[in-house]
């Protein structure tokens, strides 16, 4: 055909920033091109001018999810679809006039702002390994309706083709496929811990005893001892995908503890796991397609089938394929982040009475209780790459977010070894578990000035050759909050006030 588009964005990828937020939105720009040409023909020795009259020209956003699974199927899902009308008005006259011998075709640009909504998930591959590209994509739509006024026939042609002249002809543009990232920005305070990059979260947590895996036997350390011993964590705010360990505090006290129970109970060890929990949904319910603002179903397949759906899709619709289980069911996948060599067993150092020290009994100095308390540090370490392959492939670490077909979260789970020795001269031993949740998070990576050897220099300006597309301005969830107010960084603390010396007497 002599008309053809492309789809041209500044960047092929789209960077969100902060936490998936639905009253914000990202600005996806660049230019549809619109190439307009001559055609040839045996019987004419010069190219006729062409003329085409474009209509519309609309450029639509659209995401996707698709999971494959072996307990669900198939489960496709509308994400987003938004579509802009760039003809606005009346039609616009396109011609080659004067470039009809050139080898190049005649070039318009259309410029597009399309604004992306903020909580939309990450691009990303999930579920069954075997079934190639299903998962969460996002690709740029374009059509273009034109009529060619004049198609560049000769006079003899055109005496043929003058009832199909004014035909309205539809040109879409080759798929352009986007890809969405999500970075949250690194604090500007520094961490109190020295290997992590967040600051520490503080959780008083409320520890259930269970019987230890080396008891067999039905008696366990008296609940109301267990009761007694308070227990507050501290982990980071949230990990970054290129840490290799987390860092774990432990307080322990035990003030409401009477004598004879605490020279009777020992804490020994303490066991650490960090669980990554994938969960795949087949459909969503009506809460979720309110709560993640979705296309209605009338907008979902079947009723209108995805633009890009997976091959397999087909399968599902003649009824060679069909889902065995019920349309609301899900699968889970959950595995350990640590390397198998790691048991995740931390050994406490002395006999284990880490409440004796806290006694006011007998010491002459008595502490405040808000002193009374036993410190356990450990680096938890995570294994840096997949050690193990499943139904879903790599088992490796993600991001920890929510969408409408795929979820990533993230535990910590932690259990302290309690041994009592009861007065009959029995030991029992029990564990207090607890669990914390976790954020796993990539952060942006910070621009490199280039090189000497990268540079040229033009007169008296110093230009890179070649720097990395990097974003230059904070994200607007940085420096305000929904309402509009703006953020203001307290760890900075003003100049203390000095007040003017004063005018000395003359």
Not at 74 to 98: D, K, Q
Not at 110 to 130: A, E, K, Q
Not at 182 to 205: D, E, K, N, Q, T
Request: with cysteine; glycine share 6%; aromatic share 8%.
């Amino acid at each position: 055909m002599p008309v053809s588009i492309d789809i041209i964005p500044f960047s092929n990828s789209l960077e969100l920033y902060g936490e998936p937020d639905f009253s914000s939105s990202f600005s996806l720009a660049g230019h549809v091109s619109i190439s307009l040409s001559s055609l040839s023909f045996m019987f004419q020795r010069r190219r006729s001018t062409t003329r085409a009259l474009m209509q519309s020209l609309t450029v639509t956003f659209e995401g996707q999810s698709e999971i494959i699974t072996p307990d669900i199927g198939y489960a496709p899902l509308r994400l987003c679809s938004i579509t802009r009308e760039l003809v606005n008005g009346e039609p616009v006259e396109l011609s080659n006039e004067g470039h009809e011998d050139s080898n190049k075709p005649c070039s318009w640009n259309v410029i597009f702002d399309i604004p992306i909504p903020g909580w939309l998930p990450t691009t990303s591959t999930y579920g069954d390994h075997c079934a190639v590209e299903a998962g969460t994509r996002y690709a740029l739509y374009a059509t273009a309706t034109f009529i060619y006024l004049e198609d560049g026939s000769s006079s003899i042609f055109s005496s043929f083709c003058s009832p199909f002249g004014y035909r309205t002809h539809t040109i879409n543009a080759p798929r352009c496929p986007i890809t969405l990232a999500r970075f949250v920005g690194v604090p500007s305070s520094p961490s109190s811990s020295s290997i992590s990059v967040f600051p520490m979260a503080l959780f008083i947590v409320d520890a259930q005893s269970g019987q230890d895996d080396t008891e067999t036997g039905t008696t366990g350390i008296p609940p109301e001892i267990l009761k007694k011993i308070q227990v507050v964590a501290s982990i980071p705010d949230a990990v970054t995908l290129d840490e290799t360990s987390v860092p774990l505090i432990l307080r322990l006290q035990g003030n409401e503890l009477d004598g004879f129970e605490r020279e009777r109970l020992r804490i020994t060890d303490f066991t650490v796991d960090v669980e990554q929990i994938e969960t795949y949904r087949s459909t969503t319910s009506l809460d979720c397609v309110a709560r993640f603002m979705v296309p209605p179903r009338t907008q979902q397949p079947p009723s209108l089938p995805l633009r890009n759906a997976h091959s397999v899709h087909t399968l599902y619709e003649v009824g060679l394929l069909t889902n065995s289980y019920p349309s609301d069911s899900t699968s889970t996948r959950s595995f350990s982040l640590f390397d198998p060599s790691n048991s995740g067993k931390y050994i406490i150092s002395g006999d284990g009475r880490v409440f004796m020290h806290n006694s006011p009994e007998g010491d002459a100095t008595t502490r405040p209780p808000s002193e009374n308390w036993y410190l356990l540090e450990a680096n938890v370490p995570l294994a840096p790459e997949p050690h193990q392959l499943d139904w879903a492939g790599p088992r490796s670490r993600r991001i920890s977010e929510n969408s409408p077909l795929f979820s990533v979260c993230h535990m910590m789970h932690i259990a302290l070894r309690c041994i009592y020795e009861q007065p009959d001269g029995g030991v029992v031993s029990e564990r207090l578990h607890f669990s914390l949740p976790m954020q796993h998070v990539r952060v942006s990576i910070p621009r490199i000035s280039p090189s000497a050897g990268d540079r040229t220099i033009v007169g008296a300006t110093e230009l890179p050759k070649s720097a990395p597309y990097c974003q230059s301005l904070p994200a607007y969830s940085q420096l305000f909050y929904s309402n509009g107010e703006r953020k203001i960084d307290y760890s900075t603390p003003l100049p203390l006030y000095e007040p003017p010396p004063s005018a000395s007497s003359s």
